[in-house]
């Protein structure tokens, strides 16, 4: 599916592996075991950005992480 601009949230990597980030839909925090795609194409740390399915409402966002290069 294509993920629109409304769907993507920028956070720390840190903060996305600490469970501190919340679904843009209703709120719930999610993390690592909530990813159904990682986006590994950028080099030299990857990976850079990650889908998310949220386990509570079910959306799917894509979470940029703002320390990426
Ligand atoms: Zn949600």
Do not use: W
Not at 8 to 15: A, C, D, I, Q
Not at 28 to 34: A, I, K, L, S
């Amino acid at each position: 599916m294509t993920i629109d601009q409304g769907r993507r949230v920028r956070v720390e990597r840190h903060r996305f592996l600490r469970y501190a980030v919340a679904c843009p839909f209703c709120g719930t925090t999610v993390g690592p075991r909530f990813v159904t795609r990682e986006h590994l194409d950028v080099p030299p740390n990857p990976p850079y950005a990650a889908t998310v399915r949220c386990p509570k409402c079910r959306e799917e966002f894509e979470v940029l992480f703002s320390d990426a290069p």
